[in-house]
């Protein structure tokens, strides 16, 4: 027994694999703001391009930078994040596309909301 | 419907809006016509400047001579501005005519021209026909803003990778040499180790290790800062937050007694106590001061009972807490651990959670990677720590003493649940009989049906005996 004590306390034969935390209730507890800034993401980009508000599209482009710079997992082929990553995506593309209508629509510069 | 309808109002409104910028245009055409109404002779003339921009007219009155018409300005009003170097200019080309003519007339072309000058309003030129960039200069503060965020995003990314690569490799010695298996994402068909870390996030990085005496393994996560977010860096700047390492070990159930114990900062051991299940159940008192053991002011200590402290605060313990103190924000030992409180809308759950034996481990880290080397005693402490909960182990006292408090706290939740869990039961009950009754009813044979619904009915008759059987005993009991 006191060789056991001087050598390696590894044990082969114990190894458990690694098993991901259950992710059920875990990404609602963590940090919503990639959630919030989808939303509000969303929501600028739709007005912006409905009420061709210019800076209403640079909000939403702003929001979907810090949603996906915020956003949980970085492994896209996840199984239970994969709708998580894809909407960051998708908000990122539809701001983008609100200010380029934006502009296209009306290429006069941008007057501030104040 | 209602919103379409809504849609089209609005853009209507913003296109009228639009449309109303060119209004200016219009009335000075409008003037510019009304006024050459009243010199129709020379309206041959009018029409052809009619599409630039109002001309002065001078007209001679006088019958002797020839009537000429000067339209001026003619030159400038290709530009088809409306700047006041059109009066000026005006004017100049009286010259070449000779005074004597309009000699006068001197008030008239005044006049005229005066009337010709009330509709001129000098307008500004719009911003999107200066062809200048100043006037998209809120554009480039908006491009340079995401050009800065994501700037930030990728020195941010690298530093926490450099400083999780510090880590590991400061590390990666100390716990090869202890478990068999370090780093595993789960997704290998064999058990082998990674040999590296297991990038989550941005900012989250995980290592498993496994394969030692006493534990089933280990979980070790670093969370830094979001340095890859700017909002979050300046946030942080308003309050200083400080990266964290948070080791979880999850001991084999022969390998640890059961108790409840904590030591940590005060602040984090009043949120532990709120948030965490077994610490709010097991360690009702408020922290207490470590200073009978010898630990600095900065450390509390939550217990289940005096005895564990005792046990668990032995000489290489406090040396390890006095020299690390600034280091350590929580240790949490607990063989009852099953995570934070959990906020159900439907009331309590119906079973108690699932505990596991853990010894949980929170430290704050560093901001350099140079300075990852201070963090390796604490590791140490992590393994002295996984090997004393397995030879601690609590007397006979203590042992009663902490089961009578388990006993304790699954009857609180019992008595919680109690109406739940009756409810639960009868809907099962009544669940069994609607199949049952399904069953004799979906029974084709009649002679089937009989005798099923006869086994029923002697069912209940012995339920209904049994009941009155317990009733009688417990009349006896009591008289």
């Known amino acids: 027994m006191s060789t056991n004590n001087m050598s390696d306390p590894r044990r082969p034969n114990k190894v458990l694999r690694y098993k991901p935390p259950p992710s059920e209730c875990n990404p609602a507890l963590d940090d919503p703001t990639p959630d919030y800034m989808n939303l509000l993401g969303m929501i600028f980009s739709m007005c912006g391009l409905m009420l061709k508000l210019k800076w209403c599209a640079w909000v939403a482009v702003y929001c979907s930078f810090i949603s996906f710079a915020n956003s949980r997992s970085s492994e896209d082929t996840k199984q239970m994040m994969s709708s998580f990553i894809l909407t960051p995506l998708s908000c990122l593309r539809l701001s983008i596309s609100a200010v380029v209508m934006s502009y296209l629509q009306n290429p006069q510069p941008m007057t501030p909301p104040w | 419907m209602k919103a379409f309808h809504t849609f089209c109002v609005v853009l209507l409104v913003f296109g009228s809006v639009s449309e109303a910028k060119f209004d200016d245009f219009e009335d000075e055409e409008d003037i510019v016509e009304y006024d050459d109404n009243d010199f129709a002779e020379f309206e041959d003339v009018m029409e052809d400047s009619v599409t630039e921009s109002p001309q002065r007219v001078i007209i001679t009155e006088d019958d002797e001579d020839e009537t000429t018409v000067e339209l001026e300005g003619q030159d400038e009003n290709q530009e088809g501005d409306f700047e006041d170097a059109d009066t000026q200019e005006g004017d100049t080309e009286s010259e070449p005519y000779d005074d004597e003519e309009f000699e006068g007339y001197e008030d008239k072309p005044d006049t005229s021209s005066s009337k010709n000058k009330d509709p001129i309003t000098i307008v500004d030129v719009p911003a999107h026909l200066q062809n200048s960039w100043e006037s998209y200069y809120l554009e480039i503060l908006m491009v340079t803003g995401l050009l800065a965020y994501i700037m930030n995003y990728i020195i941010g990314k690298n530093k926490n990778s450099r400083l999780a690569q510090a880590w590991f490799n400061t590390h990666r010695e100390l716990l090869e040499s202890n478990f068999t298996l370090v780093g595993d994402d789960g997704t290998n068909k064999e058990a082998t180790s ?145 995570g934070p409180k959990i906020m159900q809308e439907e009331g309590q759950p119906l079973k108690l959670p699932d505990t596991k034996r853990t010894l949980l481990f929170t430290f704050n880290g560093n901001t350099y990677p140079k300075d990852m080397e201070a963090l390796l005693p604490l590791m140490n402490m992590v393994i002295y720590s996984i090997d004393k909960a397995k030879k601690f182990r609590l007397n006979r006292e203590g042992k009663q003493k902490a089961d009578k408090n388990r006993a304790r706290v699954e009857e609180n939740f019992l008595k919680l649940t109690h109406v739940q869990r009756q409810e639960a039961a009868q809907s099962r009950r009544e669940e069994k009989k609607r199949a049952e009754k399904e069953r004799i009813m979906n029974e084709e044979d009649p002679e089937k049906q009989r005798r099923l619904e006869e086994a029923a009915l002697r069912r209940e008759q012995k339920k209904l005996e049994k009941k009155q059987m317990k009733m009688k005993q417990i009349k006896v009991k009591a008289m």
């Open chain 2, 194 to 338: 990674t040999g590296k870390l297991n990038q989550e996030n941005e900012h989250i990085y995980n290592l498993w290790c496994s394969g030692r005496v006493c534990c089933e393994g280990m979980l070790i996560q670093l969370r830094f800062l979001k340095r890859q977010d700017l909002l979050n860096v300046l946030a942080r700047m308003m309050r200083p937050v400080s990266d964290q390492v948070q080791i979880k070990v999850t001991m084999n159930d022969e390998d640890m007694d059961t108790y409840v114990f904590a030591v940590g900062t005060r602040k984090a051991l009043v949120r532990l106590q709120k948030e965490m299940q077994d610490l709010s159940e097991f360690c009702s008192d408020k922290p207490k001061s470590g200073a009978k053991y010898g630990l600095p002011d900065s450390l509390a200590i939550l217990s289940e009972m005096g005895e564990v402290t005792d046990g668990m605060m032995d000489t290489k313990m406090v040396h390890f807490l006095t020299h690390y103190a600034d280091k350590i924000e929580s240790v949490h030992f607990s063989d009852q651990f099953s």
